[in-house]
T-cell receptor, first 112, second 116 residues
Framework: NAGVTQTPKFQVLKTGQSMTLQCAQD?????MYWYRQDPGMGLRLIYY???????DKGEVPNGYNVSRLNKREFSLRLESAAPSQTSVYFC???????????FGQGTRLTVV | AQTVTQSQPEMSVQEAETVTLSCTYD???????LFWYKQPPSRQMILVIR??????QNATENRFSVNFQKAAKSFSLKISDSQLGDAAMYFC?????????????FGQGTILTVHP
């Protein structure tokens, strides 16, 4: 039972490079989320998808795009990475938002 | 707008003692849910306790309980008989129903240290 799987676990990018963080869940959850975690800032919501076919901006969407590819997968894309995007990124899912959210193991991204 | 504020960056407690972590929130929704999550050094996020806003009774889970003050928009977590394994970062979170349906917002986190 894999739960929420994020890839990659670690990544180093040069400024201006692009990349996509992948997230997949096998729990048939409706809602999916992308967060970034920075020291002293907690978990900040980047984008979320309340259900398949919908996506909405969170608190810090600038510089990111998302795709809810199907019910299982929710990817996060950095088109032109900046050092300010150095962070730990978490994907999460929940059956319904009011129920428990399950998190992936996180991706540590460094932009140099 | 939906915000969650944790004003205590760090807290400490002696083993077997009781500690309370503070959280305030703001939401325009009448339908919402509140959570406390624990994040140990492994970075795994673990649900500690959950509260439905429409319920007046405070949620409890073994040694963990909340003090939910709806009018004050306050949602504190009390840990009784603290154990070394309780040491972690704790996050307060809110989920909005209504017009902001689907948004799950977290606070800044509180680092809890447990002294033997």
């Amino acid at each position: 039972n894999a739960g929420v799987t994020q890839t990659p676990k670690f990544q180093v990018l040069k400024t201006g490079q692009s990349m996509t963080l992948q997230c997949a869940q096998d729990m048939n959850h409706n809602s999916m989320y992308w967060y970034r975690q920075d020291p002293g800032m907690g978990l900040r919501l980047i984008y979320y998808s309340a259900s398949e076919g919908t996506t909405d901006k969170g608190e810090v969407p600038n510089g990111y795009n998302v795709s809810r590819l199907n019910k299982r997968e929710f990817s996060l894309r950095l088109e032109s990475a900046a050092p300010s995007q150095t962070s730990v990124y978490f994907c999460a899912s929940s059956l319904k938002g009011r129920t428990e959210a399950f998190f992936g193991q996180g991706t540590r991204l460094t932009v140099v | 707008a939906q915000t969650v504020t944790q004003s205590q960056p760090e807290m400490s407690v002696q083993e077997a003692e009781t500690v309370t972590l503070s959280c305030t929130y703001d939401t325009s929704e009448s339908d919402y849910y509140l959570f406390w999550y624990k994040q140990p050094p492994s970075r795994q996020m673990i649900l500690v306790i959950r509260q439905e806003a429409y319920k007046q009774q405070n949620a409890t889970e073994n040694r963990f309980s909340v003090n939910f003050q709806k009018a004050a928009k306050s949602f504190s977590l009390k840990i009784s008989d603290s154990q070394l394994g309780d040491a972690a970062m704790y996050f307060c979170a809110s989920f909005a129903g209504g017009t902001s349906y689907g948004k799950l917002t977290f606070g800044q986190g509180t680092i809890l240290t447990v002294h033997p």
